[in-house]
C-alpha cells in the first residue's frame, strides 16, 4: 500500500487540459518530504498512466520544484521499477508512487533510547553500531532505511583541519580551500584528461595524435593522461605501450554490466570481482609490474555506497574518480574520505559512501556547457564532456575547453577534469582538432600541466609553488621516454569461456596466451576455480 505522505489525491489531481502543471494547487514541499530526487512518481492515477514527476532541488534560489517526464507513446510507466516498459508489461497504473520506507526515530527531544542505542521505527531500541551496516537489524528494517551522507547515524564526521593533515589526509569544510594554503597564483594550474573503456584499434590512434610525445608540460616532461580501462575488446599490447610512455593506466571494470543498477546496488564482493579481478587482467595481460593501478571509476559512474570504499581499501586502490559535484561558483579540490564529504550527493543514484574511509575522491566537476555564460540561462553541468548535450560544433567546443578553463584559473585552480570516451571525440573531427589547439594554447603558458590522476595527488600531498616545480621529483618519474614498444607483433588469443557462451574474443598481449578468455569468474584465464 503507497501512502500519500499525509498529502491527500484530492489535492493534487491535475487539470488534463492543462499540460503544464499547476504550482497552485500541489503543495510540492510536502509531496517532496524525505522523497530522493531521482525517484519519478505520479501526482494522479488518472489519465493515460505515461506521465511523472520527480522533485528536482535545481531551480532558483534552492526552490524544490517538480520536473515532468512523459514516456513515449505506446509505453506506460512502472513506477516500482521506475522505467517506461510496454503497456502490457506495466501493472502499476493504480500506484501513485514506490511504497514509502519506515524509516528509524534518529531525533527526538528527549532520548527515548538507553545511551549507546537508538530506536527503530517500531520504537525498538538497538545498537548505534548495527545502523546501516549492510544487514536489517531492526524487526521493521528501518535500521538500512536512513543511510545517506547525511543521515547515517555512524556516518564520517565533518571536516576536522587539526586532525586532518597532509600528506595522508586532505579536507575542507566546502571542499574548495587549496592544499597548503598556497596563493591561487603560485598554484599549477592542473588538467587531468581521462578516457573511460576500451582500448583498442578504434581509438589508439587518437591516443597516438593528442599524445604524440611532442607536446611539453613546462617542467620539460610530456604530457600525460589517464585511462579506465575495461577488459571487454582491448588490446593489452596497447595499454602495455601506454603504460611505458608514462600514462596511468587505472581500472573501469571487468563486465561493464549495462545494469546500472548492479553497479549502485553492488555487494562487497561484487566489487572485488569486477575491480580486483580488472586489475588483476591488467597487470597480467599488459605486464604491469610496480604496483601502479590503483584507481577506480564505476560504470555508469554509479558509485557502490561504503561497500566498494571497503572494498578499495582492503584491496588498496588509492582513489575512486566517479563522484560528481555539481556546478559551483567555486570548483572543489579531491579529497579524503576519513571525513565527511563536502558537498552533496548528487547523481551517482545518491549511493555516496557515508562512511569514513583512508581514500581519495578524485572528485568530477562539473563543468559549465553555456554557450554565452555572461547572458545564458542557467543549464545544469555536465560531468562527462560528451555528456554536454548541446556541444554540436567545435567552436562550442572550444568556447566550453576555454571558459571553463578560466572558471578553475581565476578562482582557486582545483583540477580541471576533461573527462571522455573515445568515440565522442572520434565522431567529428573537428572535436580532435580543437582539443589539441586547446593543449597547445595551454602549453604557452607557463602555469598549466596536463597531468596524472596519480600527479594530482602526489602534488597535494606535498603542495609545491609553481617557481619550485621544475624539481618537483615525483612528476619526474617517466619524465621523457624514448625507445620502441615491448612487442611489435602480439599474440592475438583466439578464445572461449563458459561464462560467455558462443563468443569468440580475440585477446591480444605481449604475454602468453592463457587457456580461456579472462572473465569474472575466471579473471587469469586459467580455468574455472571450484566454487
Excluded at 510536502?30 to 511523472?52: A, N, W
Excluded at 503497456?87 to 508512487?97: A, M, R, S, Y
Excluded at 580475440?506 to 602468453?512: Q, Y
Aim: aromatic fraction near 10%; include cysteine; hydrophobic fraction near 30%.
Amino acid at each position: 500500500m503507497v501512502t500519500q505522505s499525509s498529502t491527500n489525491a484530492a489535492e493534487v489531481r491535475v487539470k488534463r487540459q492543462d499540460e503544464d502543471l499547476d504550482p497552485d494547487s500541489i503543495n510540492v514541499e510536502e509531496l517532496c518530504k524525505d522523497r530522493p530526487g531521482d525517484e519519478y512518481f505520479r501526482l494522479s492515477t488518472d489519465g493515460d498512466c505515461r506521465e511523472v514527476v520527480r522533485c528536482d532541488d535545481a531551480g532558483e534560489n534552492g526552490i524544490t520544484r517538480l520536473a515532468k517526464v512523459r514516456c513515449p507513446t505506446g509505453l506506460y510507466f512502472d513506477v516500482l521499477r521506475q522505467t517506461c516498459d510496454w503497456k502490457t508489461n506495466v501493472k502499476t497504473c493504480d500506484l501513485l508512487g514506490k511504497p514509502r520506507k519506515v524509516l528509524p526515530i534518529l531525533k527526538t527531544d528527549e532520548p527515548i533510547c538507553p545511551e549507546g542505542k537508538l530506536s527503530c521505527g517500531n520504537g525498538e531500541c538497538i545498537d548505534k553500531e548495527l545502523f546501516c551496516n549492510g544487514k536489517p537489524d531492526c524487526k521493521d528494517e528501518s535500521d538500512e532505511n536512513a543511510c545517506t551522507v547525511e543521515l547515517d547515524p555512524n556516518r564520517a564526521p565533518d571536516c576536522d583541519t587539526t586532525q586532518c593533515v597532509l600528506p595522508d589526509c586532505f579536507c575542507s569544510a566546502d571542499g574548495t580551500r587549496i592544499p597548503g594554503n598556497i596563493e591561487p597564483q603560485q598554484v599549477p594550474q592542473m588538467i587531468t584528461i581521462t578516457f573511460n573503456g576500451a582500448v583498442n584499434v578504434d581509438n589508439i590512434d587518437l591516443y597516438e595524435d593528442i599524445f604524440n610525445g611532442q607536446r611539453q608540460n613546462p617542467n620539460g616532461c610530456q604530457i600525460r593522461g589517464t585511462y579506465f580501462v575495461s577488459h571487454k575488446y582491448t588490446n593489452y599490447s596497447a595499454v602495455q605501450d601506454l603504460h611505458r610512455k608514462g600514462h596511468e593506466i587505472s581500472v573501469f571494470s571487468l563486465t561493464h554490466k549495462d545494469d546500472p543498477n548492479y553497479w549502485t546496488q553492488g555487494t562487497y564482493d561484487d566489487w572485488l570481482a569486477e575491480m580486483a579481478g580488472a586489475r588483476l587482467i591488467v597487470e597480467r595481460f599488459a605486464n604491469i609490474t610496480d604496483g601502479s593501478i590503483i584507481g577506480v571509476r564505476a560504470p555508469y559512474l554509479r558509485v557502490g555506497g561504503n561497500k566498494q570504499f571497503e572494498m578499495m581499501a582492503d584491496q588498496f586502490f588509492v582513489y575512486d574518480a566517479s563522484i560528481t559535484a555539481s556546478l559551483g561558483r567555486v570548483p572543489i579540490w579531491p579529497y579524503t574520505l576519513y571525513f565527511r564529504m563536502p558537498h552533496k550527493c548528487n547523481g551517482n543514484a545518491h549511493n555516496c559512501p557515508s562512511r569514513s574511509h583512508p581514500v581519495w575522491e578524485m572528485v568530477m566537476n562539473e563543468l559549465d556547457r553555456r554557450d554565452d555564460p555572461t547572458f545564458d540561462e542557467s543549464l545544469p553541468g555536465c560531468h562527462m564532456v560528451d555528456s554536454c548535450s548541446n556541444i554540436q560544433s567545435g567552436e562550442q567546443f572550444g568556447r566550453l575547453l576555454r571558459h571553463n578553463f578560466n572558471r578553475h584559473y581565476n578562482s582557486n585552480r582545483a583540477p580541471l577534469g576533461l573527462h571522455f570516451h573515445a568515440s565522442w571525440l572520434k565522431s567529428k573531427k573537428e572535436y580532435r582538432e580543437e582539443l589539441i589547439k586547446f593543449i597547445e594554447e595551454m602549453l604557452g603558458r607557463n602555469d598549466v600541466f596536463f597531468v596524472t590522476m596519480l600527479q594530482v595527488i602526489q602534488w597535494m600531498q606535498n603542495p609545491t609553488e609553481l617557481n619550485a616545480l621544475r624539481d618537483f621529483q615525483e612528476w619526474k618519474e617517466k619524465c621523457d621516454v624514448k625507445g620502441q614498444p615491448y612487442c611489435s607483433l602480439p599474440n592475438a588469443c583466439p578464445l572461449t569461456t563458459r561464462e560467455l557462451p558462443g563468443e569468440t574474443l580475440r585477446l591480444f598481449t605481449c604475454m602468453e596466451c592463457p587457456n580461456n578468455y579472462p572473465w569474472i569468474l575466471d579473471p587469469t584465464g586459467d580455468g574455472f576455480s571450484k566454487k
